[in-house]
């Protein structure tokens, strides 16, 4: 027995941990023992404890640098503002986040006095446009009133007339008749009346002949505004002269018995354009009288 050897090898064994105890192969060589999980875990922290104390000294870098005066509330005459700061934990930045009522109070109120003062405009512009119509309208109106009551002056004026009174006359022979007293048919209406019985101008016009003309008598001829002219035959006498201008109704002659005539009658023709006579009767119906 070698005691040598024993006791070198108890020494070695009380120098040497069981967990480093080298590990022999079997050609006799020594490799070396990897150390176990809890002597890993002796010298190398666990990674939930490296964030946590990141987060802490990051956090607390960001307090210091934002610290102090800029975490604030002031508040001045007239305006009143709020400022926050959220430093970032991981970041150590921070994100400033401020309302300012007044201001945005200000904004709403600038916003409707400008839509106000649009509104106010638009009406401005929609009341002179309608005032503008209607002034036009009236203008119109009064132009289209002033127009008609000339028109009606006119129609008043060119108002057809009896040649003689009513009353003072009967209708001895009407238009187109045939008869020994004449050479061809009767080209005229008749008005039988007393010798001297006024004759008035059956239209407006301007007298264009007062003559003597074979079997028609005593004739005085007015041509009236339209051109028509209108004959009135037999006269004893003559109020007009060539040239007169008369007016409907106004006394132009008087009845008498020139010319080719049985009795005391005027002889009224109408010639529309001094052309072909037509029927007295019917023209003065036109007219709205009643021969």
């Not at 008609?148 to 009967?170: I, M, R, V």
């Not at 187109?176 to 006024?198: C, E, I, N, R, V």
């Not at 005391?264 to 007295?280: K, Q, S, W």
Request: proline share 5%; hydrophobic share 35%.
């Amino acid at each position: 027995m070698n005691h040598r050897t024993g006791r070198h090898n108890a020494a070695r064994t009380a120098e040497t941990p069981a967990s480093a105890t080298p590990v022999t192969s079997g050609t006799g060589r020594r490799r070396a023992a990897k150390p176990t999980h809890a002597a890993r875990a002796k010298f190398f922290p666990k990674a939930p404890a490296l964030l946590g104390t990141a987060v802490l000294v990051i956090a607390g870098a960001g307090a210091v640098s934002k610290g102090g005066p800029d975490v604030s509330t002031s508040t001045s005459t007239g305006v009143t503002g709020t400022s926050q700061i959220y430093p970032s934990a991981l970041t150590g930045s921070s994100a400033v986040a401020s309302s300012d009522t007044t201001t945005d109070r200000e904004r709403a109120v600038s916003r409707d006095s400008q839509r106000s003062a649009l509104e106010d405009a638009a009406d401005e512009e929609l009341q002179e446009a309608a005032e503008a119509q209607a002034k036009e309208r009236n203008a119109a109106l009064a132009q289209l009133a002033a127009s008609a009551e000339q028109h009606a002056a006119k129609l008043t004026s060119n108002t057809w007339s009896l040649p003689l009174e009513a009353g003072q006359y009967d209708l001895s022979a009407t238009f187109g008749q045939s008869s020994s007293l004449w050479s061809t048919t009767h080209t005229g209406l008749d008005f039988a009346a007393p010798s001297g019985t006024p004759i008035k101008a059956v239209a407006n016009g301007v007298v264009t002949s007062t003559e003597y003309d074979g079997s028609y008598g005593n004739k005085t001829v007015i041509t009236d505004q339209d051109g028509t002219e209108t004959w009135y035959c037999h006269q004893s006498a003559f109020a007009v002269s060539p040239g007169d201008q008369v007016s409907s109704g106004q006394v132009i002659g008087s009845v008498g018995s020139t010319g080719n005539s049985t009795g005391a009658h005027l002889h009224l023709e109408v010639r529309p354009g001094a052309g072909d006579p037509v029927d007295p009767f019917n023209a003065l119906r036109v007219h709205g009288l009643s021969p």
